[in-house]
């Protein structure tokens, strides 16, 4: 018996030491009337605020989606600027809800931190840019060049791995932030600029006020594939973060518009009804409305509209589809069905 009650204790003892997952995060929400979405301090296309002050970009679109699906209002959303070292800490301490920051998907970040990886919203991948007065062609002419990288990224370890596969070296500039880390490389501190090539575009686009004078390298030498994060231990947040995101894509293959939502739900295939709410009651499950999924899509669109006004066509950007494009197109966007 004393045994029995030794190992008890013990196991008592081992769960109390354990985090306490928050499994209540859609109840916080609603009682809150505000989601708190963790998303960059300013990174054109992604998240940034506008001449206005508002907050504008594609991972702004989905925070607005999480809150339509969740509180019936998009405009019910903070934004919570955070820096690359500082976003997880902000996500693990309850301080935001979800993290919407151009963050990179890796197996350490979804199993060792406390944090679940959501469905990739962007992909991307790894690459560098450089001065055209440089005659720099290729990544492999970086030989012994010093690099401007943003500290808490992934950027400096693929690098490293990349430069040492190949023979060579490169010394990195750690840089607190991202704003630092362009101050750096447009004064002429660093030889060369790297990170994911979608903020690339945006940094030498937007921020150096010289395009012409800056180039990207055509190679990209890493996957990149970036989503929003929960809290672990919050298995019905966790699926409304991946259907929102689901619903948007879905949309777009279904033809489902923000401006055809009301018409299709009357007058649409079964599927499309479903989608837009008229069809079976597909908020239960997740404790949402009915009408959940047709509130996404008026307030941002399908995934498509999103992509186009934000990073695409319809932006300064001009980002081809590729990768995001809808796998019915060669690309990697693919709903996992909806009913």
């Known amino acids: 018996m004393k ?3 030794l190992a008890a204790c013990a196991a008592v003892a081992v769960l109390a030491a354990q985090p306490k997952a928050n499994a209540a995060t859609l109840e916080d929400v609603r009682a809150r009337g505000i989601l708190v979405c963790g998303v960059n301090t300013a990174l054109a296309g992604f998240s940034a605020p506008d001449s206005q002050g508002v907050w504008r970009g594609l991972d702004v679109d989905y925070c607005r989606a999480i809150a339509a699906a969740v509180l019936g209002d998009p405009a019910k959303v903070r934004f919570s600027p955070l820096t690359a070292a500082l ?14 920051r151009n963050s990179t998907e890796t197996y350490l970040r979804d199993t060792s931190i406390g944090l679940t990886a959501g469905p990739v919203n962007f992909y991307d991948g ?8 440089s005659g720099v062609k290729s990544v492999s002419d970086l030989n012994g060049a010093t690099i401007c990288m943003a500290q808490g990224t992934t950027h400096e370890q693929n690098a490293t791995e990349w430069f040492a596969a190949h023979g060579l070296k490169f010394q990195p ?3 607190e932030n991202q704003e630092t880390m362009y101050q750096a490389f447009f004064s002429g501190r660093c030889d060369a600029l790297s990170q994911d090539s979608s903020a690339l575009a945006v940094a030498i686009g937007v921020v150096s006020g010289k395009p012409d004078d800056f180039v990207v390298l055509p190679e990209r030498i890493s996957k990149e594939p970036l989503g929003p994060f929960v809290r672990h231990g919050d298995e019905t947040w966790a699926k409304i973060v991946r259907w929102t995101l689901s619903v948007m894509i879905e949309a777009e293959e279904l033809g489902v518009t923000q401006a055809k939502v009301d018409e299709l739900a009357q007058s649409g295939s079964a599927a499309q009804k479903r989608l837009t709410g008229a069809g079976d009651d597909m908020g239960k499950p997740l404790g949402l409305d009915p009408k959940w999924s047709a509130n996404v899509l008026r307030a941002v669109g399908n995934y498509g509209e999103s992509f186009e006004r934000n990073v695409g066509q319809a932006s300064s950007m001009k980002l081809q589809r590729g990768l995001n494009g809808l796998w019915t197109n060669g690309g990697l966007m693919y709903a996992i069905p909806f009913r």
């Not at 976003?87 to 919407?100: C, H, K, N, Y």
């Not at 790894?126 to 007065?133: D, I, S, T, Y």
């Open 126 to 133: 790894q690459g560098f840019a450089v001065r055209k007065e």
């Open 173 to 175: 500039v750690i840089m």
């Open 3 to 5: 045994k029995l009650l």
């Open 87 to 100: 976003r997880f800490t902000a996500l693990q301490s309850g301080e935001i809800d979800v993290l919407l």
